[in-house]
């Protein structure tokens, strides 16, 4: 059974942390590891935009576009990718012990709904939406489709990069879709813009969006052409009840299975290692899995990114997050050996 994480980590963003992380998912015994996510995952694509499109600023940690999106022949945020390759030529042993290696983009939907456009066409036609006090570029079809494009150009850089998995973060997908309603576009859009985004994967590709799923968004993803669809089911089990083996099986698609938590908060009179799973829970949460689902049916991971687990330094010193982490990714994989063999 192979495993993998969702990308981010505790750590600041230098080429030592990125390494060292890389190498502790490896040493975790991860064998599908992501490149450690080490910045915001919006940033991760606009900060670099920002300095190729003219009308695109950061003004106070927000992104504001003046006039029209125009994006550049240039793709961005592929040096995490030649990172991870530079330090499996360096450590040709850590490869002998993967499987393949992951790759973590944000969604065209988040992106769009980090950009505020201060153009007044744009307040005129959309003014100020639901969710947010300023007009944001994911209302303008044009906007977000041009953006879903530009994400398929990085993921074919990664995929020609040889990354087994390509993963879209799009997490602002379960604020937009609910039970009943669908803000800001029909159903339709939603999947044409996913499908483009991942229009260059076949089973590389993953998307993942967190938190709790509503039926409406479950089917929307399984209507989509990507093959891992990527969920939290340890902090919102509920979302177990959601799938079956015989409707993956008949999308064919893969759960990619959240089982750690991943953002636990600091409590007084608690020691770091207890907030690390107990390895038997974690193997009766896979076992839920394995039965429901079938193995052939499953990746498994934590629920989302650890980047949050920086509180932990804050609360009990600097580098215990990172090594409640590891901790974690440890108990994990001992449960998937113990489950699935």
């Not at 602002?172 to 309603?181: E, N």
């Not at 669809?229 to 015989?246: A, G, R, S, V, Y």
């Not at 953002?263 to 193997?283: L, Q, R, S, T, Y």
Request: net charge positive; charged share 25%; hydrophobic share 40%.
């Amino acid at each position: 059974m192979n495993t993998t994480v969702v990308g981010s980590f505790p750590l600041a963003n230098t080429p030592a942390n990125f390494e060292m992380a890389f190498i502790d998912q490896v040493n975790a015994g991860i064998t599908i590891p992501c490149y450690p996510q080490l910045v915001d995952m919006n940033h991760q694509i606009l900060d670099p935009l920002s300095k190729l499109i003219p009308g695109l600023k950061l003004v106070n940690k927000e992104f504001h576009l003046a006039g029209d999106l125009v994006l550049p022949k240039d793709i961005v945020a592929t040096e995490y990718g030649k990172q991870v390759v530079e330090i499996l030529k360096k450590k040709p042993d850590l490869k002998k012990k993967i499987a393949g290696t992951k790759a973590c983009l944000t969604g065209p939907f988040t992106l769009c709904s980090n950009i505020i456009l201060d153009d007044p066409k744009w307040v005129a036609k959309y003014g100020k939406p639901l969710l947010f006090l300023e007009t944001r570029a994911h209302l303008v079809p044009e906007i977000v489709e041009a953006v879903a494009s530009y994400i398929a150009r990085i993921t074919k850089a990664y995929k020609d990069m040889g990354f087994a998995i390509i993963s879209i973060d799009d997490p602002f997908l379960s604020q937009m879709v609910g039970r009943k309603k669908i803000l800001f576009h029909e159903r339709p859009f939603l999947v044409k813009i996913l499908n483009e985004a991942a229009k260059n994967l076949q089973k590389e590709g993953s998307l993942h969006v967190c938190g709790a799923l509503s039926p409406q968004l479950r089917d929307l993803l399984l209507e989509t052409s990507i093959h891992h669809l990527d969920h939290e089911f340890k902090t919102n089990p509920q979302n177990i009840e959601l799938f079956d083996k015989k409707m993956l099986a008949d999308r064919g698609k893969v759960l990619a299975f959240g089982s750690l938590q991943t953002n636990p908060v600091p409590m007084p009179g608690k020691k770091p290692e207890d907030f690390v799973e107990n390895v038997e829970d974690i193997a009766k949460h896979l076992q839920i899995g394995k039965d429901r689902f079938g193995a052939e049916n499953l990746l498994i991971k934590p629920d989302c990114g650890f980047g949050g687990m920086n509180a932990f330094d804050r609360a009990y010193g600097a580098g215990v997050g990172h090594e409640i982490v590891k901790k974690k990714l440890k108990a994990m994989t001992t449960a998937v050996k113990q489950v699935f063999g």
